[in-house]
């Protein structure tokens, strides 16, 4: 998959948004991305939740991307360089080091984080849209800005490609 093709939405999974997972999955616009994490179930029961949820991310016709480096028949997979397996690689970033060992591990796109305040970090720091910008605008492979993101921020960033947790479901 080359950056011009990869999805401008991405919704991605966490506990506190599970419940609502399949109905947020069924409301992304069709060709949209999601990102499985789930990282606070035991393997066997992450590896049922996976299956299920990207049954109905392939239902909107949506890129299903694995956190971990597991072959689980997703399209690829998302986090820190070193942790990057095969098919779409996402990395994770929070900074311009970041970005550029993101680069060398040849990541086909970046999820550049937090962009706004956000409830995975609370009282964290961020980058703010200026910080964004300047970070992003240096990349040359897609970034996806993450952290405190929905509609209406993405719109006050005027940045195309964005992820949220609980912006989208």
């Known amino acids: 998959m080359n950056g011009q093709a990869l999805p401008l939405i991405w919704l991605l999974s966490d506990a506190r ?4 997972l399949e109905a947020g999955l069924r ?27 990207a049954a ?3 239902e909107g016709g949506h890129v299903v991307v694995l956190s971990g480096d597991g072959d689980w028949g997703a399209d690829g997979h ?12 996402l990395a994770t970033a929070h900074d311009g080091e970041e970005i550029e060992a993101a680069l060398k591990a040849k990541a086909d796109g970046i ?9 995975s ?34 719109r006050e960033l005027n940045w195309p490609r ?3 947790i609980d912006g989208l479901s």
Not at 111 to 119: E, G, N, R
Not at 128 to 154: C, H, T, Y
């Open 78 to 89: 998302y986090g820190p360089t070193e942790c990057l397996g095969g098919g779409l690689r």
């Open 162 to 164: 964005w992820g949220a």
């Open 17 to 20: 948004n599970d419940t609502g």
């Open 121 to 154: 970090h609370p009282g964290g720091a961020r980058l703010g849209a200026m910080g964004f910008s300047v970070l992003a605008q240096q990349s040359p492979v897609p970034v996806i800005a993450l952290g405190g993101m929905n509609a209406e921020r993405a």
């Open 27 to 53: 409301a992304l616009p069709k060709g949209s991305g999601f990102v499985f994490r789930h990282y606070h179930l035991d393997p066997a029961e992450r590896r049922r939740r996976f299956d299920e949820l």
């Open 56 to 58: 109905v991310a392939r």
């Open 111 to 119: 999820f550049l984080s937090p962009v706004f305040p956000t409830a």
